[in-house]
C-alpha cells in the first residue's frame, strides 16, 4: 500500500480497506484496497505487515504458532491486534496482544456499535503497567505516559522489583472484579504538591481525563477498587505527595488488611498522602513501624454491623504518625494492641471518636480536635499499660476518656503529664468509667496545683474540650479502685463527678464506695495524695479500706452531699491508718465517717474541728 505524507511522532495513521465508513466516527487517512487487488482485506493466516521505506525495513508485526498466525486479536470477538509498548520491536512476539475488549474504546463501527480497538488513539494494552498482570523487571511510571490503567486481574510487584511513579503519575483502576495493587517488592512515588501522585477509580476524570470516553455518565464511588497492599516482603518503599481515591472495597486475605491504602508487617515512609473516599480504612497498618506524616485520611464513612471504618486504623506494631489530619470519617484513628506514636495530628468531624484505642496506649502528645462524636482519645475496657513498665499519658488538647474499667499491669507505672484532663464515661451509660490499679501496680503525678491534672465526668465541657452533651453532675463517673498492693502517688489533681459505684446495689454496701477507693495492705504502704481537689463526688470523696499507711496533704474535699444509703462524706474510713495534714473540708455532709478501728490524725485541718461521726476522728 503505497503512503505519502506524514506521520508526526506519537501521532497515528488510519487505513480504511473500502470506505470511511468502517470505522464511522473517525476520518481515515487513506482509503485504499489492500491485500491484493482483490481488496479482500486481511485474512487470519497471519499475513506479514512490514512498514518500509525503500528497502529499509522500518518496523513489522510479529507473527505466531510457526508464523500461521498473528500473536493476538480475534476472528470471533472481534478484538484488534495490538502492540503493547511502542518502544519494543515489532518483531517480539510478547509484544502484541489482543485489545482488552473492555473499558478503552475509540470509534464506532457501521453499525454505531463500540469498536474492540482503538483507531486513531493508544492501544488499549498500552494502558496496563504489566500486560500479564505481575511486574518482573523494574518500570517507572511517568506524568507523560499517564493515565495508566489496572485491569481486572490486577497488578502485582515481585519481590525485588521496583515500581517507581514520577510526579505527576495516574494509575486507574476498574472496579471489576474488585482488583488490588500488591506491592511484594518496592513502590516509590515521588510526587510533588503541585504534581502528585495518583492511583483512583477508572471513572474519576478529576485526574488523567475521561479515560473511558463517557463524559459525565459514571462517576467514581466509595469502594471502587480494593486497594494499594504493601505486603510483608516489601523493602524501602515510599509515597511522597500520593493521593489515593475510591479504594477500600475488600481485603485480599479474608480478615487481613483492609483499607485503600495498606501495609502488612513491612516498614514505609509516608509523607504528604492523601488517602480520601475509602468504603473500609483509609490506611490500615497491621504490625507495621512505618513513619507517617503531614499527611491527611478523610471522608471514610462506612459504618454496618460488620465493619467501622476508621482514616486510620492501627493494629499492633509501633508506627510513628505525625502532624496529619483526620476529617470526615466514621472514626478517626483505631489503635488495636498497637502502641503507636502520635504527635501533633488534628482530627475533625468525625462521627465517633477522635480516636478509639484498645489495649496499651502508646504515646499521645500535642493533638488536637473539633466537631468529632466524641472529641477525645477514648481508652475502652482492658489492660491498657505494660507489665514492668512506666506508660505516660501526655498532654494533648483531646481528653482521654475511659470507657469501662481500665485496668493498670501488675507491676506497672501510670503517670500523668502535668495538663493532663480525664474523662470518665458517663454511669449512664452502659459502661462506667474506672481506672482500677491491682496489687504491685502504682498510679502517678506530680504535679503541685489542682489543675495541673483533672478526672472528671465526660459532659464536664469546661475542661478538655466538648466530649458530652449533658451538664456534669455527681457520680456520672466510676473513679479510681487501688486493690491492696496497689500505690497511688498522687500530687497536684481534681477529682469531679465520680462515684458512680456507690449507687450500685446494694445500697448498703455503697458506704464502702467512693472517688477514689483505696483497699490497703498490711505489707506495703498505700502511697501519698497532695495538692489535690475533690469536689461533688457521690456518697465519699475518698475512700479507705484496711489501709495501713496512706499521706493526705493540701486537699480540699467539698461538696459531698449525696448518697445511696448512709451519709455521705468527704472521707471514709474503714479499719485504716493514716496521716492527714493542711486539709480543708467544706459543704460535706459529714467532714469524714469511720468505721471499725482508725488510727487518722489530722494537722493543720480546717475547719479545726471537723464534722465527723464518730467525733474526734481525725485525732490530733
Known amino acids: 500500500i503505497p503512503l505519502s505524507g506524514t506521520i508526526s511522532a506519537g501521532g497515528y495513521f488510519l487505513i480504511e480497506r473500502t470506505d470511511d465508513n468502517t470505522v464511522s466516527t473517525i476520518t481515515a487517512d487513506l482509503v485504499a484496497p489492500f491485500s491484493g487487488s482483490s481488496g479482500f482485506g486481511l485474512g487470519n493466516g497471519g499475513e506479514s505487515l512490514v512498514l518500509s521505506s525503500a528497502s529499509s525495513t522500518i518496523d513489522t508485526v510479529a507473527t505466531c504458532t510457526g508464523a500461521t498466525s498473528w500473536c493476538g486479536g480475534s476472528d470471533v470477538t472481534y478484538r484488534t491486534l495490538e502492540r503493547y509498548d511502542p518502544a519494543v520491536s515489532g518483531s517480539s512476539t510478547s509484544n502484541w496482544l489482543s485489545h482488552m475488549g473492555e473499558f478503552i474504546y475509540n470509534g464506532k463501527d457501521a453499525n454505531n456499535g463500540n469498536l474492540s480497538g482503538t483507531p486513531r488513539a493508544r492501544n488499549s494494552v498500552n494502558y496496563l503497567i504489566d500486560s500479564g498482570g505481575y511486574l518482573t523487571a523494574n518500570r517507572t511510571l511517568t506524568a507523560a505516559g499517564s493515565p495508566?490503567?489496572?485491569?481486572?486481574?490486577?497488578?502485582?510487584?515481585?519481590?525485588?522489583?521496583?515500581?517507581?511513579?514520577?510526579?505527576?503519575?495516574?494509575?486507574?483502576?476498574?472496579?471489576?472484579?474488585?482488583?488490588?495493587?500488591?506491592?511484594?517488592?518496592?513502590?516509590?512515588?515521588?510526587?510533588?504538591?503541585?504534581?502528585?501522585?495518583?492511583?483512583?477509580?477508572?471513572?474519576?476524570?478529576?485526574?488523567?481525563?475521561?479515560?473511558?470516553?463517557?463524559?459525565?455518565?459514571?462517576?467514581?464511588?466509595?469502594?471502587?477498587?480494593?486497594?494499594?497492599?504493601?505486603?510483608?516482603?516489601?523493602?524501602?518503599?515510599s509515597l511522597a505527595h500520593t493521593l489515593v481515591r475510591y479504594g477500600g472495597s475488600g481485603s485480599i486475605d479474608g480478615?487481613?488488611?483492609?483499607?485503600?491504602?495498606?501495609?502488612?508487617?513491612?516498614?514505609?515512609?509516608?509523607?504528604?498522602?492523601?488517602?480520601?473516599?475509602?468504603?473500609?480504612?483509609?490506611?490500615?497498618?497491621?504490625?507495621?513501624?512505618?513513619?507517617?506524616?503531614?499527611?491527611?485520611?478523610?471522608n471514610s464513612t462506612t459504618s454496618n454491623e460488620y465493619f467501622?471504618?476508621?482514616?486510620?486504623?492501627?493494629?499492633?506494631?509501633?508506627?510513628?504518625?505525625?502532624?496529619?489530619?483526620?476529617?470526615?470519617?466514621?472514626?478517626?484513628?483505631?489503635?488495636?494492641?498497637?502502641?503507636?506514636?502520635?504527635?501533633?495530628?488534628?482530627?475533625?468531624?468525625?462521627?465517633?471518636?477522635?480516636?478509639?484505642?484498645?489495649?496499651?496506649?502508646?504515646?499521645?502528645?500535642?493533638?488536637?480536635?473539633?466537631?468529632?462524636?466524641?472529641?477525645?482519645?477514648?481508652?475502652?475496657?482492658?489492660?491498657?499499660?505494660?507489665?514492668?513498665?512506666?506508660?505516660?499519658?501526655?498532654?494533648?488538647?483531646?481528653?482521654?476518656?475511659?470507657?469501662?474499667?481500665?485496668?493498670?499491669?501488675?507491676?506497672?507505672?501510670?503517670?500523668?503529664?502535668?495538663?493532663?484532663?480525664?474523662?470518665?464515661?458517663?454511669?449512664?451509660?452502659?459502661?462506667?468509667?474506672?481506672?482500677?490499679?491491682?496489687?504491685?501496680?502504682?498510679?502517678?503525678?506530680?504535679?503541685?496545683?489542682?489543675?495541673?491534672?483533672v478526672f472528671t465526668s465526660m459532659h464536664d465541657n469546661s475542661v478538655g474540650g466538648t466530649t458530652g452533651n449533658g451538664s456534669p453532675s455527681v457520680g456520672q463517673w466510676y473513679g479510681i479502685t487501688v486493690d491492696a498492693g496497689g500505690r497511688v502517688n498522687l500530687s497536684g489533681f481534681t477529682m469531679k463527678y465520680a462515684g458512680a459505684g456507690a449507687m450500685q446495689f446494694p445500697p448498703a454496701d455503697s458506704v464502702y464506695k467512693g472517688a477514689i477507693k483505696i483497699t490497703g495492705s498490711t505489707a506495703t504502704s498505700s502511697g501519698s495524695i497532695a495538692n489535690a481537689l475533690f469536689d461533688t463526688n457521690y456518697q465519699s470523696g475518698l475512700n479507705l479500706d484496711s489501709v495501713s499507711s496512706l499521706s493526705v496533704s493540701n486537699v480540699l474535699f467539698q461538696n459531698h452531699t449525696q448518697k445511696n444509703s448512709g451519709t455521705a462524706s468527704g472521707i471514709f474510713s474503714l479499719t485504716s491508718t493514716s496521716t492527714l495534714s493542711a486539709i480543708t473540708f467544706t459543704g460535706n455532709t459529714r467532714d469524714g465517717i469511720g468505721y471499725g478501728q482508725n488510727a487518722l490524725t489530722c494537722t493543720g485541718c480546717t475547719p479545726s474541728s471537723p464534722n465527723t461521726t464518730p467525733a474526734n476522728l481525725f485525732g490530733p
Do not use: C
Open 148 to 237: 495508566y490503567l489496572v485491569n481486572r486481574s490486577g497488578l502485582e510487584v515481585n519481590s525485588g522489583v521496583t515500581l517507581t511513579l514520577e510526579a505527576g503519575a495516574v494509575v486507574k483502576i476498574v472496579s471489576n472484579s474488585s482488583p488490588s495493587i500488591r506491592i511484594k517488592g518496592t513502590i516509590i512515588a515521588n510526587g510533588t504538591s503541585a504534581s502528585p501522585v495518583v492511583f483512583t477509580s477508572f471513572y474519576d476524570d478529576t485526574y488523567g481525563g475521561d479515560m473511558n470516553g463517557d463524559g459525565s455518565a459514571t462517576s467514581p464511588f466509595f469502594g471502587h477498587w480494593t486497594g494499594l497492599f504493601i505486603r510483608p516482603t516489601s523493602v524501602g518503599s
Open 255 to 298: 480478615d487481613g488488611p483492609n483499607g485503600a491504602l495498606s501495609i502488612d508487617t513491612a516498614t514505609a515512609l509516608l509523607s504528604h498522602v492523601t488517602s480520601e473516599y475509602s468504603s473500609l480504612n483509609g490506611l490500615g497498618l497491621y504490625y507495621s513501624n512505618s513513619t507517617v506524616s503531614d499527611s491527611t485520611f478523610r
Open 308 to 453: 467501622s471504618a476508621a482514616g486510620l486504623y492501627i493494629n499492633g506494631g509501633s508506627p510513628t504518625i505525625s502532624n496529619s489530619i483526620f476529617s470526615g470519617n466514621y472514626r478517626g484513628m483505631t489503635v488495636l494492641g498497637a502502641t503507636p506514636t502520635l504527635t501533633s495530628n488534628t482530627f475533625t468531624s468525625n462521627s465517633q471518636e477522635a480516636v478509639l484505642n484498645t489495649g496499651v496506649v502508646g504515646s499521645f502528645s500535642g493533638n488536637s480536635g473539633s466537631g468529632n462524636g466524641y472529641n477525645a482519645i477514648l481508652i475502652s475496657a482492658g489492660t491498657f499499660t505494660s507489665a514492668g513498665a512506666t506508660t505516660t499519658l501526655a498532654q494533648n488538647s483531646l481528653p482521654y476518656l475511659i470507657k469501662g474499667t481500665a485496668i493498670l499491669a501488675s507491676n506497672s507505672t501510670l503517670s500523668f503529664a502535668t495538663g493532663v484532663v480525664v474523662k470518665g464515661w458517663d454511669s449512664g451509660q452502659s459502661l462506667y468509667g474506672r481506672i482500677s490499679v491491682p496489687s504491685g501496680a502504682t498510679l502517678h503525678s506530680s504535679g503541685t496545683t489542682v489543675s495541673d491534672l
